[in-house]
Structure formats: C-alpha cells, structure tokens
C-alpha cells in the first residue's frame, strides 16, 4: 500500500499532467487562431488587390455594332468602325445657312447610331447637303442627310435602331428617319421642333438640342411648299447644311 506521501507525490505528478494537456491544448487553440486570422488577412488583401485593380482597370466587352451594305451611297463613305466606346460622350453641331443647332448626342443608348452619324459626319457626307423636308402640321420636324436632296438618298448601309422603349419625340429631340420598316436607318435624321406626340416609337432618338431651337422655329415660320406625299415638302426657305461638326470626350 502506498504511503501518503507516495500518494502525495502521485497526486501531484498528476495535477503536473494535467496542467501540460491544458497548456498543449492552449497552444494548439492559439495556433489554430492564429492560422484562421492569418488566412482572412490574405483573402481580404487579395479582395483589396483586386478591388484596387478594379479602380484603376476595368476591363470590359467590347460593344459591336453591325452596318449591312445596302443600295447605293448618295455619297461614297467607309463604313463606320464596329467597336464603339460606350464611355464616350459626344456632342454635335450643324451648322447650317439658318444658324447653328447644338446637340448632346446619346451615346449610351444609342451607341450604334450616334457612332454611325459621327462617322458620316468625319467623312464629310453631310457637308452641302440641303434639308429636303419641313412638316408644319401634325407633326413638326425638320428632315435632312439626304446629299441628294430627294429624301430617298442614303450611306449605302443600314442598321439597326435603338431606344425605342418608351421613345417620345419632344421639342429638341434628334432622331433617325427611315423607310418605314424596322432596321432601316441610314444617314437621314430629323429634328423636332415642337412637341409630336403622335409619333409612334419607331425612330431611333439619339440627341437632344441644346441650343438652336429657335433656328429650327424660325425655318418652320416660313413653312412649307406641300409637296412631300408623306406630309410637308420642302421649306419655303432653302435650308442648307454646311457642315455637321462632332466633338468626343
């Protein structure tokens, strides 16, 4: 039988043992707690990283637009480049025999449009070229990007049109003319110089008149000869483009 102070000594070794599990299973704790936080810190300095990336470079897809071929250029032109840069902003001027009308283009929503009406615009198509239709009632624009002075004069491509959700031809708005089917749009546009609303949402709006309202007020003043079977004719007053000038920013 052991002594007590056998027992004593085996008491103690025992408390011994059991102080180094806990330390043992302290320092495992720790470490274990030291590993998960070291783990957080590189997942949040790698979001950081890429987050910092992200600020300085953002790639993106870029946007393609589609110009088809089709009949014969009133004027010869290239066809527009395909990729836009939806980041841009474009503003126009039409400077024309009456005054000139200032324009914010809307390039982020109708980026193919306002791509291909600064393309014709570089390349000269629109320079001397007459507006061959003024309507004066029912519906109140101005027609013109036609070189031919017919109405039925065009880039020798089309495309599609867009905004056309929710469209609304206010005074000011610019928006493509077309044949009258769907994805017809070449290089002839219209400026609206009066609230119409009976317009349906079937022509591509693409900028907003920033100045030069009351030039396109004073041509419709002077009215029109009713000659166009689709209403209107041609102004009273010739109204000539001299050139349309583009700026990009």
Known sequence: MATKKERQRQLARDAYARRQVR??????????????AIAVVLVLG?????AAAAGTFT????????YTRSGTAARKVSLPPTQVDLSATYTAKIITNRGTI?????NSKAACTVNSFASLADQGFYNN???PRLDTTGIYILQCGDPTG??????????GSENLKGAKYLAGTLAMANSGTA?????????????????????????????GLNVLKAIAAKGDNNSNPAGGGKPNEKVQIERVTISKT
């Open 183 to 211: 994805d017809s749009n070449g290089s002839q546009f219209f400026l609206v110089y009066k609230n119409t609303p009976e317009l349906p949402a079937s022509y591509t709006p693409f900028g907003t008149v920033t100045s």
């Open 150 to 159: 017919t109405g039925s004069g065009g880039p020798g491509y089309e495309f």
């Open 23 to 36: 330390q043992a299973q302290r320092v495992r704790r720790t470490r274990r707690l030291w590993a998960t």
């Open 59 to 66: 790639p993106s897809k870029p946007f393609t637009c589609t």
């Open 129 to 131: 070229t007459p507006c």
């Open 46 to 50: 790698a979001g950081t990283g890429v």
């Open 102 to 106: 200032a324009i914010d283009l809307n």
